[in-house]
């Protein structure tokens, strides 16, 4: 009796050990099993990171499968997937606000499963953009026109490759130098450069800052325009004529009255084949007729100027009025 019970026993326990064995071995008739050759369902995903070093990974992408219809958007490790029970070929397209779209194209070759990494390039953005017109009087009676295009821009993956102005109205673009004292991409053109007879021929049209990255992509970020050409002449009284001055020199000039705001802006440089800026004062209010040099100034030859500045940047500069320091 006791041998009986452990035969019984013995079996109990061993069945299901059998039961398993068969079952794994079984031949996979699911069609949503994974490990069904059959099985209609294929996983298509991947990882979105940034093209900056070290890169990153990019959440809240929108990935366009096109061959569906269908969406998804990366998880805050850059992580999407598919699952599709389409095997055609097709484009993955990438898309997320302040980068450029990029997309991959998806062969399955018999794949059940495909990861695919993909690294997107920010958009430049443009920081800050200053077009002025400047008027330049010299003697006896003449000016000298000018237009000058400053443009801050910004790219975090640091691949600018161009920065180029255009001027449609006048069929005109220029590449824009990069200062790398101030960091802005700057030039002043003058109206031979533009191939114009007068600046007005410019005011109220777009000047274009159009970007282009070491991988060719090109973009327009920003756009300006030149509000208005200030002609009129502010007139020097004294010193002039080099007159002998103190080491503070006083300064005066006749009122200016163009009719809008602007503020002065006075400049003393040295005398010499390539003059020297050695004092400046700003932002000086248009109410003024006078102001006296707050620094001393060593003996010698010098000329100033005076500059009438409106808020949008345009300007005016006087002839040079030129005196004595002993």
């Given at each position: 009796?006791?041998?009986k019970?452990?035969?019984?026993?013995?079996?109990?326990?061993?069945?299901?050990?059998?039961?398993?064995?068969?079952?794994?071995?079984?031949?996979?008739?699911?069609?949503?099993?994974?490990?069904?050759?059959?099985?209609?369902?294929?996983?298509?995903?991947?990882?979105?990171?940034?093209?900056?070093?070290?890169?990153?990974?990019?959440?809240?992408?929108?990935?366009?499968?096109?061959?569906?219809?269908?969406?998804t958007?990366?998880?805050?490790e850059?992580?999407?997937?598919?699952?599709t029970?389409?095997?055609?070929?097709?484009?993955?397209?990438?898309?997320?606000?302040?980068?450029?779209?990029?997309?991959?194209?998806?062969?399955?070759n018999?794949?059940?499963?495909?990861?695919?990494?993909?690294?997107?390039?920010a958009?430049?953005?443009?920081?800050?953009l200053?077009?002025?017109?400047?008027?330049?009087?010299?003697?006896?009676?003449?000016?000298?026109?000018?237009?000058?295009?400053?443009a801050?821009?910004?790219?975090?993956?640091?691949?600018?490759?161009?920065?180029r102005?255009?001027?449609?109205?006048?069929?005109?673009?220029?590449?824009?130098?990069?200062?790398?004292?101030?960091?802005?991409?700057?030039?002043?053109?003058?109206?031979?450069?533009?191939?114009?007879?007068?600046?007005?021929?410019?005011?109220?049209?777009?000047?274009?800052?159009?970007?282009?990255?070491?991988?060719?992509?090109?973009?327009?970020?920003?756009?300006?325009?030149?509000?208005?050409?200030?002609?009129?002449?502010?007139?020097?009284?004294?010193?002039?004529g080099?007159?002998?001055?103190?080491?503070?020199?006083?300064?005066?000039?006749?009122?200016?009255?163009?009719?809008?705001?602007?503020?002065?802006?006075?400049?003393?440089?040295?005398?010499?084949?390539?003059?020297?800026?050695?004092?400046?004062?700003?932002?000086?209010?248009?109410?003024?007729?006078?102001?006296?040099?707050?620094?001393?100034?060593?003996?010698?030859?010098?000329?100033?100027?005076?500059?009438?500045?409106?808020?949008?940047?345009?300007?005016?500069?006087?002839?040079?009025?030129?005196?004595?320091?002993?």
């Amino acid at each position: 009796m006791t041998e009986k019970i452990s035969t019984t026993c013995l079996y109990i326990l061993i069945f299901p050990i059998i039961q398993l064995i068969i079952q794994c071995d079984a031949p996979r008739k699911n069609p949503l099993d994974p490990e069904n050759p059959d099985n209609i369902y294929h996983i298509l995903e991947g990882r979105v990171k940034t093209i900056s070093l070290p890169a990153q990974p990019l959440p809240d992408v929108t990935v366009y499968w096109n061959k569906q219809m269908t969406t998804t958007q990366t998880n805050s490790e850059g992580i999407f997937s598919f699952e599709t029970i389409n095997t055609q070929n097709g484009w993955l397209r990438f898309e997320k606000e302040g980068y450029v779209s990029d997309s991959t194209y998806i062969q399955w070759n018999n794949n059940k499963k495909i990861f695919v990494e993909i690294s997107l390039n920010a958009l430049p953005s443009l920081d800050s953009l200053i077009v002025f017109s400047i008027i330049l009087n010299r003697y006896p009676s003449l000016q000298t026109e000018q237009i000058a295009v400053e443009a801050k821009i910004s790219d975090e993956d640091n691949d600018i490759d161009t920065v180029r102005v255009i001027i449609n109205h006048i069929a005109f673009s220029s590449d824009l130098p990069f200062n790398t004292s101030n960091k802005w991409y700057q030039k002043t053109f003058s109206i031979f450069d533009l191939s114009i007879p007068k600046l007005e021929r410019l005011v109220g049209h777009d000047f274009l800052i159009n970007v282009k990255d070491i991988f060719n992509h090109q973009f327009i970020v920003g756009r300006s325009t030149i509000e208005r050409v200030i002609r009129e002449e502010i007139i020097f009284i004294s010193p002039a004529g080099n007159d002998t001055t103190s080491v503070n020199p006083l300064l005066i000039w006749q009122a200016f009255e163009p009719g809008f705001l602007f503020t002065y802006q006075l400049q003393v440089f040295t005398s010499e084949i390539t003059p020297q800026l050695i004092w400046q004062k700003s932002y000086l209010d248009n109410n003024l007729t006078s102001y006296t040099v707050d620094a001393n100034l060593p003996p010698g030859e010098y000329f100033w100027i005076i500059w009438a500045i409106d808020e949008f940047g345009n300007r005016t500069r006087s002839k040079p009025a030129s005196f004595i320091v002993k």
